[in-house]
């Protein structure tokens, strides 16, 4: 059999506000960017979550910034030495100007992994322009990714090739709106953007799929509720598109339990302090997409919830280090590769 692979996603909140330009760790006194949590708490309190994960290869949402100064990968590479973790290497994709790259830390003696990026008539690549009618007016709209998608090829050394995708979809705040109306306009229009986005990724995912390749999708899509306005548009949600329906299609038991049970428990991968309510409000954000072919492998996922996962809760330095390390909690997939 197989041995069995850990693969992780983790949105870390502010992680690029953790290093210096060297890409070395803040581990001072000073505040980090997150509320009440100084910058060596939230490094250590990252190293201990990433320790008990102990996943063969961590997807990071908003990993450290990539500029002409800075460096993900010499960042994360500290990270990892820092913190004597396996997964020591690190591969990134296109930069984008958001200070919020995504990235992929993993072993080097389990996986071997490099940038892979494709194109084709349906989806262009990533760093690319994508072409789509957005609202209905006979005229396409050009749409690019503030931060592309990460595409990678894979083998394991078991010698399995599969194909891997991590993705940061992000509806923008209406910024620069002044009026309600304005407010209105912009998020909708930002909305859509972000549907588009989806419908470019699942273009990509159909390829693979159509190939019979082995395909994981990973990431934060930061769903939200649809728009009457465009429901013959798009008609539904960017996590049930990157799904898809009528045939082959990704799987991930979060999502499908939310898609089924929307007045009902949810799983929920984060969790945002409302100042102006005066409490927390959880969500699910984080998913881990595999094919049919994945799926019949019979993997197991968990959501890593301080307070939902017994067993991250009777581990009292775990609970508190997930809590103070970001405002998403890890999620992990084990699965026989």
Known sequence: M????????YNV????????????????????????????????????VFTAMNADAVMVIEAPDTSSRRSSVRALTHFAESF???????????????????????D???????????????????DGQFEIDLDVDAT?????????????????????????????????????????DEIMQFAIANRRKQLAQAIWLRRRIDSHLTAEQSLIVLGDLNDGPGLDEYEDLFGRSSVEII?????????????ELALQSLLGAQPTTARFFLKDKGHYLEA????????????????QWRIWHPFNDPRCYAVPELREALLTASDHFPVTLDIDL
């Open 108 to 126: 080097p003696a389990v996986l071997t992994v490099r940038h892979d990026p494709l194109a084709s008539d349906a989806a262009p690549r990533f």
């Open 243 to 255: 799904l898809g329906d009528g045939g082959p299609h990704l799987y991930d038991p979060h999502a």
């Open 284 to 299: 699910l954000l984080d998913y881990i997409m595999v094919s049919p072919d994945l799926r019949a492998r019979a993997p």
């Open 13 to 48: 909140e502010w992680f690029d506000s953790l290093f210096d330009n060297k890409g070395r760790l803040h581990m001072d006194r000073r505040w980090s960017s997150r509320h009440d949590v100084t910058r060596a708490e939230q490094a250590e309190a990252l190293g201990i």
């Open 2 to 9: 197989p041995p069995e692979v850990r693969i992780a996603t």
């Open 84 to 106: 004597d973790l396996r997964t020591r290497e690190v591969v990134t994709g296109f930069a984008n100007d958001t200070q919020q790259e995504i990235a992929l830390m993993y």
């Open 140 to 180: 396409l709209d050009r749409v690019v990714f503030s931060k592309p998608p990460l595409e990678l090829s894979v083998t394991t050394n078991a010698g399995q090739e599969l194909r891997m995708i991590g993705a940061h979809l992000k509806s923008k705040a209406p910024h620069g709106a002044r009026t309600r």
